[in-house]
């Protein structure tokens, strides 16, 4: 039996989460092209993997799909009462061995209690029983890991799968997460649930309008243990480009186990978005969802930039089939495609 690690993204997958709009949430003003949306994703996963959707109303889901011409063939809904619809950030974080998986069950806050998360925090344990028979279907065993002491999100780790993690400093230091534990612990907790042999901290990470204080996923993210995707501000004018040049420069000094530089793709930085009240919003194409056999990369009508994006990651990813989705509504509510998806290993 192999030791217990975090898979990366690219690992082979049993199944997606997809949380579902509904107009109890912060979505209601935008709630028809929101659904458009996760519409959009679900159709793109259920082609290539199974599907689950934790939804407050089955009915009205299958309804929104309907209406989308979304089939449910490879679809499962659950039924559970919501927040939000920010499944990487609510769901269980997986970690596998040669024979089994666990689902490590972390608390979740509403990004250091930002938000109402009192559903959303409860989402794992109650949909928990039917994750479990997901996993017996295909005969591997699943186990519920209590981490409820720790506050942690899934958009905040990148893993290599080779013993290295990848995290910021501003999200995991933030107040009102764990603001009572030192770097120090948190890095040795870190290793702990995930076996890791190192941690890598980026101290540049900052997006205006972001409110996870600077999610991992939303900067940078591993395509394989020797490379790592970024977003990269060429705009000197920008508020960003400094703080983006300096997270660059962290990245062309960081070295792989073997001692060697990562190979770097940069990634276009998105023109400056606004909501209806002028506020920035935190687009950026490092969003994306590797899945099995493709990665689903959000775009915001910028079809310049968009299409360097796609190309870029085609770089990065050239067995799999790259696909652009409209993600301008997703960042309305300061997310976008990867903060709303989270994926499952399988037993390879």
Known sequence: MTKEYLPAEWHKQLFVQLTWPHANTDWAPVLSDAIECFCNIAREIAKREHLVVVCQDIDQAKSDMQ????????IQFLQCNTNDTWARDHAFITTINSSTVNLLDFQFNGWG??????????????????????YQKHNIVATYENHLDFTFEGGSIESDENGTLMVTS????SENRNDSLTQEVIEHRLMKFF???????INHSWLAGDDTDGHIDTVARFCSPTSIAYIKCDDKED?????????????????????KPYTLF????????????GERLPATH????????????????????????IKVLQEAFPDREIIGIDCRVLVIQHGSLHCSTMQYPAIA
């Open 170 to 173: 501003s999200c995991l230091l």
């Open 113 to 134: 209690m930002k938000f109402a998360a009192n559903h959303d925090n409860m989402i794992n344990k109650n949909i928990y029983p039917d994750v479990l028979a997901l």
């Open 195 to 201: 076996n890791a042999e190192r941690v890598i901290w």
């Open 239 to 259: 508020e960003h480009y400094e703080e983006l040049k300096a997270m660059e420069e962290e990245l062309k000094d960081l070295r792989t186990k073997d001692g």
């Open 286 to 309: 490092a969003n994306f969802l590797i899945m099995n056999g493709a990665v689903l990369v959000p775009t915001y009508n910028q079809p310049e930039k968009d299409a360097q994006a």
């Open 67 to 74: 209406q989308h011409g979304v089939a449910f063939d490879n």
């Open 266 to 277: 940069a990634l276009p930085f998105p023109d400056a978005c606004y909501d209806e009240e």
